[in-house]
C-alpha cells in the first residue's frame, strides 16, 4: 500500500469517526454518568465494532451486503430497534446517588460501545458505500490487515480524544450538573435517529 492511498484511507476514516451520530452520543453519556475510564472503555469497545466491519468488508460481505437488498433491509431494521429501545433506556434511567461497582461500569461501557459500533446502520451504509472502495479481491494479507488495523485504530483513538476532553479541568463539573439533561438529550438523539431511519426505510 502506498502512502498516498493510506492516506486517502486514513482521511476517510478520520472523517467517518469525526462525524455526529450515536456513537458520540453514547461515549459522551458514559463518560459524564461514570468516568474518564468509562468513556475511554465505550471508545475501544466502538473501534473493535470498526474492526469486525472492516474484516466483514475485507471478507466480501460489504459486497453481499450491497447485493441482497434482504438483508440490508434486515440489518437495518436491527440497527434502527436497538437504537430506539437505547434512546428510551437513557430518557426514563432513574439516577442513582449510590456508586455502582466501577468493574460493572467498565463492562456495560465497553459492550455499549461495541454494540453501537455494529448495530448502526449509519456505520453499515458508510461500510458499504464507501469502505469498499478501497478493497478488492487481489488485495495481499497485509493490505487488507493495514485496512483493519487502520479503521480500528483512528475509530478508538478519536472517542478516546473525546472522552479525554470531556472529562478535562472544569468540563466535567459543568456537565455533571446538567447530567440529568443531557442524558434525556442523548436518549431524544438516539430516538430521533431511530425514527428518522424507519422513515428512510418506509418511504425508499
Known amino acids: 500500500m502506498s502512502l498516498f492511498v493510506w492516506l486517502q484511507f486514513a482521511l476517510v476514516c478520520t472523517i467517518g469517526a469525526m462525524s455526529p451520530g450515536p456513537s458520540l452520543a453514547v461515549v459522551i453519556r458514559n463518560n459524564i454518568n461514570y468516568n474518564r475510564l468509562s468513556g475511554i472503555m465505550t471508545s475501544i469497545g466502538h473501534g473493535l465494532g470498526i474492526g469486525v466491519y472492516a474484516t466483514l468488508a475485507v471478507l466480501g460481505l460489504g459486497f453481499l451486503l450491497q447485493t441482497n437488498q434482504t438483508l440490508f433491509l434486515l440489518i437495518q431494521i436491527l440497527g434502527l430497534i436497538f437504537l430506539f429501545f437505547l434512546g428510551l433506556l437513557f430518557i426514563f434511567q432513574k439516577q442513582s446517588k449510590e456508586k455502582i461497582n466501577s468493574d460493572q461500569n467498565q463492562l456495560n461501557s465497553f459492550l455499549q460501545g461495541f454494540l453501537v459500533a455494529i448495530i448502526n446502520p449509519k456505520i453499515m451504509i458508510w461500510f458499504t458505500a464507501i469502505y469498499s472502495q478501497f478493497i478488492?479481491?487481489?488485495?495481499?494479507?497485509?493490505?487488507?490487515?493495514?485496512?483493519?488495523?487502520?479503521?480500528?485504530?483512528?475509530?478508538?483513538?478519536?472517542?478516546?480524544?473525546?472522552?479525554?476532553?470531556?472529562?478535562?479541568?472544569?468540563?466535567?463539573?459543568?456537565?455533571?450538573?446538567?447530567?440529568?439533561?443531557?442524558?434525556?438529550?442523548?436518549?431524544?438523539?438516539?430516538?430521533?435517529?431511530?425514527?428518522s431511519l424507519l422513515y428512510n426505510i418506509i418511504n425508499q
Request: charged share 10%; proline share 0%; net charge positive.
Open 136 to 195: 478488492s479481491i487481489e488485495a495481499s494479507a497485509s493490505f487488507n490487515l493495514i485496512l483493519i488495523l487502520t479503521a480500528s485504530s483512528i475509530d478508538a483513538i478519536w472517542y478516546i480524544i473525546v472522552s479525554i476532553i470531556i472529562t478535562g479541568y472544569g468540563v466535567k463539573s459543568f456537565l455533571i450538573d446538567k447530567k440529568t439533561l443531557i442524558q434525556k438529550i442523548t436518549g431524544s438523539i438516539l430516538l430521533i435517529i431511530s425514527l
